[in-house]
């Protein structure tokens, strides 16, 4: 597999002797020093180009950076709406396991790109002086926030008011129902209370990482525990022990903060809590 420099090499080297790029950024996991590194990062890669024509009539110009054993072109397909405008993407999959997301973005659209960027920008090359003189990668954008009374009552309101259609799958024995509101829905906005916590206790000034990924690394093993064991979905019985278990961990994390800010605890819980006994007695739910 292909290091580091070996690729960062591959990436750029060409690029300073082709006219059409003008400048060239890294983003992503890679352009943050909080982040280890490993051999699963992707490679998100901008190329600033002034003839995007000349790129998109032919894939040869990507063989330079090695055998892949897949591609795909999210602006080009019919399945999945193009959503970055006058930007063409490429997200690549060598045989030797590296990734690369790469984009052609109209060099007329640099003030743009960098006013709408998250922070996590590295300039890599820059022919013409077009990024800003003090840029630097931040991950500031993905800090932890502390909540507003009125984001913590609305994160209260749509775990709770979520967690109903749960129920509502599970009386009806609508299993890929119940686990879809509690994927996408409930568990998310647990999460986001328990980072909110933590934040609390450790200040907020650090992120936990997309999808929450880093979470493991502040919650205390019980905690850690109870969380992965609402993940066991694959029959009604371990789906309503993962709602209550949900249930358990949102009402603990979220009277937390209300304490911690001085915050009404909304009456949200002791109504779903008890609509929930109430569906599951009537239809023979445990």
């Not at 064991?229 to 979220?254: I, K, N, P």
Request: aromatic share 14%.
């Amino acid at each position: 597999m292909r290091n580091e420099r070996e690729m960062m090499e591959l990436l750029l080297d060409w690029t300073k002797n082709d006219p059409r790029v003008r400048l060239v950024t890294l983003e992503g996991s890679r352009a943050n020093r909080h982040i280890p590194r490993d051999a699963f990062q992707d490679y998100d890669i901008s190329y600033f180009v002034t003839d995007m024509a000349s790129f998109k009539e032919s894939d040869g110009w990507l063989d330079r950076f090695g055998r892949r054993l897949m591609m795909q072109k999210p602006e080009d397909m019919e399945l999945f709406p193009a959503e970055l405008g006058n930007w063409f993407s490429y997200l690549l999959l060598f045989e030797d396991g590296n990734k690369l997301d790469l984009t052609l973005i109209p060099v007329e659209e640099t003030e743009d790109y960098f006013a709408g960027s998250d922070g996590l920008v590295e300039v890599l090359l820059d022919k013409d002086g077009r990024a800003p003189d003090d840029w630097r990668p931040d991950d500031r954008s993905y800090w932890i926030q502390p909540p507003t009374a009125r984001s913590f009552d609305d994160c209260c309101n749509e775990f709770w008011m979520s967690s109903t259609y749960v129920v509502k799958g599970l009386a009806r024995r609508e299993w890929l129902f119940a686990i879809d509101h509690l994927n996408e829905v409930a568990r998310p906005n647990l999460l986001r209370m328990m980072a909110w916590q933590i934040g609390g206790e450790r200040g907020y000034t650090f992120s936990v990482g997309k999808n929450y990924k880093l979470i493991d690394r502040y919650l205390e093993p019980k905690d850690w525990e109870a969380l992965l064991s609402t993940y066991a979905e694959q029959d009604s019985d371990s789906l309503r022990r993962s709602l209550r278990t949900c249930y358990a961990l949102f009402r603990q994390f979220s009277q937390a903060v209300a304490a911690r800010f001085g915050y009404p605890y909304p009456d949200y819980d002791e109504a779903i809590t008890g609509y929930t006994d109430r569906i599951f007695s009537r239809h023979h739910c445990k």
